[in-house]
Every structure is written in structure tokens, then in C-alpha cells.
């Protein structure tokens, strides 16, 4: 199964991005893993929130295929604890060809790109930056990699 993170708009923060390109070379020991980064939307003044998550969404469905298994990072998505979210890798490594998993932008989805996704997933009840999300998401998908390969990383 190939794995797909599709961000919206660069990260910025240097200590962020670091941590996110150490956790993905990792996960690539595991299982094919890329990460796709969208452009930011210029002059995005004149842009309302939603107009701007049109937009988004325009952008992020073309770079979807039919045979996708689409999983957004949203706040009202089902959360897991980490040997959960490990055994649903699990799952849909069975199933899946390519599973996609997608971090918005700050204003979140435009209804297109809800309607396509086949799951939401949230991190936690608490609100992060979406710069900080992708370091978290990074974290935890090479921590449920490990957990699935039996391996010390993740203590129980």
C-alpha cells in the first residue's frame, strides 16, 4: 500500500520541518510514503474563507484518483489511541492501494472534499496549529509503523 500526505500551503517553521522530513524518511523504512504540498493561495485578501477552501478543494481533488481511500485530519474525525491507530493502518493496508491522508488549511475543507473522503481523523480534542499537525501526524503514523512491526519504539 502506497501512503499519501497532502498538505495546503508550505510549512514555515524550520524546527517543524525537520521534525516532519526526520518522522517521513523513517516511515519510508515501513511502507512507500510521499508527501504532497499544495501552494498557498495567492492574494487570498479579496477571498472569502469559504472561496478560499473552493479553492483548496479544487486543488486537492485533482490530485486524487477514483481508487483512493481519501482520510482528512478534522477535528470532529474519530480519534485513536495510538495501538488503535496502529491496527487500522493495519486494515486498510489490506484493502488500500493507496491510502491518502490530507491536512487542510486553516480554515479546514470546502463540502467537495468532505464529500469525497472515506474517513476523518482527528489527533485530539485539543486545537493545533495545521503548520503543528503535520509534525503530530508524521509522529504518529511512524509510531503505529513501529508498533506494527513489534518494535520498542512505543511503550504500553
Not at 63 to 70: A, E, F, G, M, R
Not at 106 to 112: L, V
Not at 138 to 156: D, F, M, N, Q, S
Request: positive net charge; contains cysteine; aromatic residues 10%.
Amino acid at each position: 500500500m502506497k501512503t499519501e500526505l497532502i498538505l495546503v500551503g508550505k510549512t514555515v517553521n524550520k524546527h517543524f520541518i525537520a521534525g516532519i522530513k526526520d518522522y517521513a524518511e523513517r516511515i519510508t523504512h515501513y511502507m512507500p510514503f510521499n508527501i504532497t504540498t499544495i501552494p498557498e493561495l495567492k492574494n487570498t485578501k479579496s477571498l472569502s474563507e469559504q472561496q478560499q477552501k473552493e479553492k483548496e478543494g479544487e486543488m486537492i481533488l485533482k490530485l486524487l484518483q477514483p481508487s483512493d481511500t481519501v482520510v482528512l485530519m478534522d477535528e470532529h474525525g474519530q480519534e485513536f489511541r495510538s495501538i488503535e491507530f496502529a491496527k487500522w493502518i493495519e486494515r486498510k493496508q489490506a484493502t488500500a492501494r493507496r491510502l491518502v491522508f490530507i491536512i487542510g488549511g486553516p480554515y479546514g475543507f470546502s463540502q467537495a472534499v468532505y464529500d469525497r473522503a472515506n474517513e476523518k481523523i482527528s489527533l485530539s480534542k485539543m486545537t493545533f496549529s495545521h503548520q503543528m499537525v503535520r509534525l503530530i501526524f508524521t509522529e504518529a503514523l511512524y509510531r503505529a509503523c513501529t508498533i506494527i512491526k513489534g518494535e520498542p519504539y512505543h511503550h504500553e
